[in-house]
């Protein structure tokens, strides 16, 4: 009986070690995937550009911007929006109209 609580012990310990170590190295690939699917978003650079003639994004920007995970484009988007401040510039202010729903 003492064995088998000494098995259980290690192998709860193993699980949890492994739990943790998945979580360590998931962290790095939901980095880069979200670096690639931001990558991806080139293709809608004639559509967003200041003086862009066509407004219409193509196919394949609206593609590459589903494939974009909601919380990548949501950090993403936070993080530029504080590059002024970090720059010490004031802060921007373009129209106050709220294009993105990105709740945290």
Known sequence: MAAMKTSLIRLTFVLVVALLLNKQMA???ASQT???GLGNLNVCAPFVLPGATNSA???DC???LQSVQHDCLCNTLRIAARLPAQCNLPPLACGGQKK???YK
Do not use: D, M, R, V
Request: aromatic letters at 6%; one cysteine or more.
């Open 100 to 102: 993105f729903l990105c």
């Open 34 to 36: 979200c670096s690639a």
């Open 57 to 59: 994004p193509s196919a």
């Open 27 to 29: 962290q790095p690939l």
């Open 62 to 64: 609206c593609g590459a």
